[in-house]
């Protein structure tokens, strides 16, 4: 049961980021490199409390579905999106926005997983997907950094 954590530094107001991160259209732009998609449920803008979204992506040469929900929002501090099905036996992923002086926002990343097929999905995670999952987090994290803080220069 790996826990990927991870935080940012953002140059941008907590609610700026907490939208960027819920919005379906961002995550598909973030996640270019695995042709991810959604297909049912929320198919763009920002997803809420309650609604669900199955994205389609090809990992690993194998094209996948996997469908999450959002389980609980405190807006603009905190999201979480649970796995409803898909590859994972089970995910439980924490996105929090907490407001810095001086008009900036610390984003927390938390993704808590259990993969599939006991000791072998645990072997998988020790030799490949724990550090597959961490570079997918990195990179849509970035993204959104880059999105919230040329936004805020706008502003």
């Not at 259209?25 to 297909?39: N, Y």
């Not at 992923?93 to 993969?115: A, C, K, N, W």
Request: proline content about 4%; glycine content about 6%; charged content about 25%.
């Amino acid at each position: 049961m790996p826990t990927i954590e991870m935080s940012f530094y953002i140059q941008a107001p907590a609610p700026v980021c907490f939208d960027l991160a819920r919005s379906i259209d961002v995550h598909m732009e973030s996640t270019s490199q695995t042709k991810e998609k959604a297909v049912a449920g929320r198919l763009s803008g920002l997803i809420e409390l309650n609604e669900t979204v199955t994205w389609e992506a090809v990992h690993f040469g194998i094209k996948q579905r996997l469908t999450a929900r959002i389980s609980e929002m405190d807006a603009p501090h905190r999201f979480v999106d649970e796995m409803v099905s898909g590859a994972f036996s089970r995910f439980y992923h924490v996105h929090e926005f907490i407001p810095q002086q001086g008009g900036g926002t610390l984003m927390l990343d938390r993704f808590d997983y259990t993969s599939p097929l006991g000791f072998l999905g645990e072997l998988a995670d020790k030799l490949f997907l724990e550090k597959y999952m961490s570079e997918l987090l990195r990179k849509r994290n970035e993204h959104i950094k880059r999105l919230a803080e040329a936004q805020a220069k706008q502003s």
